[in-house]
């Protein structure tokens, strides 16, 4: 093969590769593990119903309604191409609305395949499947749920 096939071949494999990466069809065989499960437990004070809004690049979860000291949970494969797997969440109790990134496959691929969380009203904490804190509570961020 002369140089000039070579480069040609390579720019095809190029092309096809980034064709593969952006094509929603060829997207759906996604490089994934085991799926990672993420439950979120409303631990507000004075039990108030905690709504809950999730979405991900790919996934918008809908409005969920968790009642005082209950959980909903939802579960997804990784993206071990981009490694960029990302939920964002908003929360919402009494007359306050809140956002946080549930899940952050940067933050959370080797910490966590289950990942629990409560709700408090000073923000997020992660805990264990019994709502044993296991790690410092973290705040909510700013922003709107895109
Ligand atoms: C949670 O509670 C159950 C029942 O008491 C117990 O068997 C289990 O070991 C606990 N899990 C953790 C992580 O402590």
Redesign the pocket.
Known sequence: MGWLSIKLLFTLVVVAASFMLRNPVARVVRFTLDPTHVYIYNDIEYGPTLYVHCRSKDDDLGEQVIPPKFSWDFSFGLDLLTRETEFDCSFKFNDESHLYPIYLQPRDEFDCAYCYWKITEAGPCRT???H?VIKPCDSWVGGVLR
Do not use: F
Request: net charge negative; glycine share 0%.
């Open positions: 264990d499947e019994n044993t």
